[in-house]
């Protein structure tokens, strides 16, 4: 819902989160999660354990990360050619007896529903990611504010003069 009354920087990560947000399990292989990635044509998700606390986050960055460690160690490709893929062909080099919880980035950023814009942008900034995840205090997966989001924000209130 849209309404003008209240100021853009005091908007809460719950007033402008994405709710339906695709997570990704802990022990699902690498390749079925770069799949779900794709399939949902998302660049990075929250990933969970079995109780859905959030322990890490898994995005394109650490699937081309692993390839090019691959690369390095020899193991692909199988010529002498350089390494390069284009995204449609990276799901296939993954190999399906990786784990995601093997290749994640455990230093997940989370912050509560109360976090304001300022502090998510802040934290983006300073971190250089594009997601935050929000949280409840059992860090149980909420929703999940990304640069998109803010920048939406931005772009009402510039446009229409409204505010989520």
């Not at 999660?33 to 986050?57: F, H, Q, W, Y």
């Not at 912050?111 to 300073?126: K, T, V």
Request: charged share 25%.
């Amino acid at each position: 819902m849209l309404t003008a009354n209240r100021p853009l920087l005091e908007l809460t990560a719950e007033q402008i989160m994405s709710r339906e947000i695709l997570t990704i399990p802990e022990g699902m292989s690498l390749q079925a999660a770069a799949r779900r990635l794709a399939s949902a044509r998302i660049t990075g998700a929250p990933v969970t354990d079995k109780n859905g606390r959030c322990i890490g986050m898994l995005s394109q960055t650490d699937l081309l990360r692993f390839l090019d460690k691959a690369c390095e160690c020899g193991h692909w490709p199988a010529s002498e050619q350089e390494c390069v893929y284009a995204d449609w062909q990276v799901i296939d080099e993954l190999p399906e007896t990786s784990s995601v919880r093997q290749h994640m980035n455990t230093h997940v950023v989370t912050a509560p529903p109360s976090a304001r814009i300022p502090e998510l942008a802040r934290l983006m900034y300073e971190r250089h990611i594009h997601r935050v995840v929000i949280t409840d205090p059992e860090e149980r997966v909420l929703g999940l504010v990304s640069t998109m989001d803010i920048l939406g924000v931005i772009a009402a209130e510039e446009a229409f003069g409204v505010q989520p």
